[in-house]
């Protein structure tokens, strides 16, 4: 949010029927990208170890890992970016993974720097936090910005975008579920 009040009055916009309904989310905007939280079920990490985190990706992670390079990789963080700024919240993949393969993750997708600095609180054992991380966008050009991390008390996917967005979720659709 802006900490400097614009005084000046400003016309409403117009819209036609069809968008009357239509969130558009103005820049600078935090494209969420996941959330992460503790996990004490019986599944299995891909490794076989016990999983320590779930992680709802809010960004297509899985094809971003099979990207053909940064141009592609670019184009489809774009996309959510688009979608994200339009109201439009979906989990693509929820991931079930031990300690070592979050940081992997995290570094396969966003880079080291920004894999350490997103999971730190994870890394470090406090397992009673949930976390939310996203990355400030201020160019509808570029998915590129500054990392954003933040702590919730959010239980749900809902809970999470509400905090997130400021406005209240009804339904989320879930595209797809990997262990």
């Not at 009055?9 to 992460?36: D, E, G, H, I, Y």
């Not at 990207?67 to 991931?95: C, I, W």
């Not at 600095?117 to 990355?135: D, F, H, K």
Request: proline fraction near 6%; glycine fraction near 6%.
């Amino acid at each position: 949010m802006n900490k400097h009040a614009n005084k000046q009055k400003k016309r409403p916009l117009r819209r036609s029927p069809r968008q009357a309904n239509t969130v558009r989310f103005p820049l600078p905007f935090v494209m969420l990208l996941c959330w992460m939280r503790s996990y004490a079920g019986d599944e299995e990490c891909s490794c076989g170890a016990s999983p320590d985190y779930e992680i709802d990706s809010f960004v297509d992670a899985e094809g971003l890992l099979g990207a053909d390079g940064p141009a592609e990789k670019d184009h489809m963080l774009l996309s959510a970016l688009e979608q994200q700024r339009n109201g439009a919240f979906a989990v693509y993949q929820t991931f079930l993974v031990c300690r070592q393969h979050a940081l992997q993750l995290f570094t396969d997708l966003y880079g080291e720097q920004d894999a350490q600095q997103a999971l730190s609180p994870l890394l470090l054992g406090i397992s009673n936090l949930t976390v939310t991380v996203g990355r400030e966008i201020t160019n509808t050009k570029s998915p590129h910005g500054t990392l954003q991390v933040s702590y919730t008390n959010a239980t749900t996917v809902p809970e999470v975008i509400e905090a997130h967005t400021g406005y209240a979720v009804r339904k989320i659709p879930k595209r797809s579920s990997t262990g």
